[in-house]
T-cell receptor
Framework: DGGITQSPKYLFRKEGQNVTLSCEQN?????MYWYRQDPGQGLRLIYY???????QKGDIAEGYSVSREKKESFPLTVTSAQKNPTAFYLC??????????FGDGTRLSIL | GQSLEQPSEVTAVEGAIVQINCTYQ??????LSWYQQHDGGAPTFLSY????GLEETGRFSSFLSRSDSYGYLLLQELQMKDSASYFC???????????FGKGTRLHILP
């Protein structure tokens, strides 16, 4: 079945460590997105990409980085510069001008 | 700046009808979407309005008024499984940037 796969489901980070969250889709969607969700809060846009090798900052990009080397993949790196990384991270994809499909998310915690 | 406003919580009775409002202030507008999210889960798409008027999908309907920068989600014949958070989201520009409101927690009483 087509869909979006995020891995791992749970991730723990030590202080000062970079971690990378995986997002893969086989829906042949051009656009991909990363959101952060804190408990009881809405989704805040971190980065988004419309096409391969191009991406734009969202509203809270500081402390994060992304790459889009393949249409299917949009990994997110949470760098040590992100001082409060504990959150639920959601990846989404869409066809232009159409609704988004979401992965099941990755929960990141600090050790 | 950009913002989407929706009530933080709404309570309704099983079998009743509930309306969740969303007002938006964004630099551009290319459509309003609604998503449902159960605790611990990912958001799932419910409805989308690009033009003014009402869109109906089963028990769920969504309305948009672009002149008022306003939309709502209407849920009919409420069931206990409808207890969840509901988010409105705006497609802000031609570059497919999508931003979300903070969500409305719907509590359903038996």
């Amino acid at each position: 079945d087509g869909g979006i796969t995020q891995s791992p489901k749970y991730l723990f980070r030590k202080e000062g460590q970079n971690v990378t969250l995986s997002c893969e889709q086989n829906l042949n969607h051009d656009a991909m997105y990363w959101y952060r969700q804190d408990p009881g809060q809405g989704l805040r846009l971190i980065y988004y990409s419309q096409i391969v090798n191009d991406f734009q900052k969202g509203d809270i990009a500081e402390g994060y980085s992304v790459s889009r080397e393949k249409k299917e993949s949009f990994p997110l790196t949470v760098t040590s510069a992100q001082k409060n990384p504990t959150a639920f991270y959601l990846c989404a994809s869409s066809i232009p001008q159409r609704p988004q499909h979401f992965g099941d998310g990755t929960r990141l915690s600090i050790l | 700046g950009q913002s989407l406003e929706q009530p933080s919580e709404v309570t309704a009775v099983e079998g009743a009808i509930v309306q969740i409002n969303c007002t938006y202030q964004t630099s551009g507008f290319y459509g309003l979407s609604w998503y449902q999210q159960h605790d611990g889960g990912a958001p799932t798409f419910l409805s989308y309005n690009a033009l003014d008027g009402l869109e109906e999908t089963g028990r769920f309907s969504s309305f948009l008024s672009r002149s008022d920068s306003y939309g709502y989600l209407l849920l009919q014949e409420l069931q206990m499984k409808d207890s969840a958070s509901y988010f409105c989201a705006v497609r802000e520009g031609r570059d497919d940037k999508i931003i979300f409101g903070k969500g409305t927690r719907l509590h359903i009483l038996p």
